[in-house]
């Protein structure tokens, strides 16, 4: 209903948490890439595109 009042989409507060959460293990990610000087770099490029996928996915969705 307030969708329609307002004419526009409104994206759920659990969307939100959900990217902020995975932004925030994403840069997490990125700190133990760093520490471990870029060993198993694959691997941790990997998770990271996987991560920012998840983030693109749940914002389109939102659109």
């Known amino acids: 209903m307030l969708r329609a ?5 409104i994206a759920p507060q659990t969307d939100h948490k959900l990217i902020n959460e ?3 293990l994403g840069g997490l990610q990125k700190h133990l890439f760093k520490e471990g000087n870029g060993v198993g ?4 490029a990997e998770i990271l595109q996987a ?5 693109f996915r749940i914002e389109q ?3």
């Open 5 to 9: 009042a307002l004419g526009r989409k």
């Open 22 to 24: 995975l932004s925030r």
């Open 41 to 44: 770099s694959k691997e941790y």
């Open 51 to 55: 991560i920012k996928a998840a983030i």
């Open 61 to 63: 969705k939102n659109d």
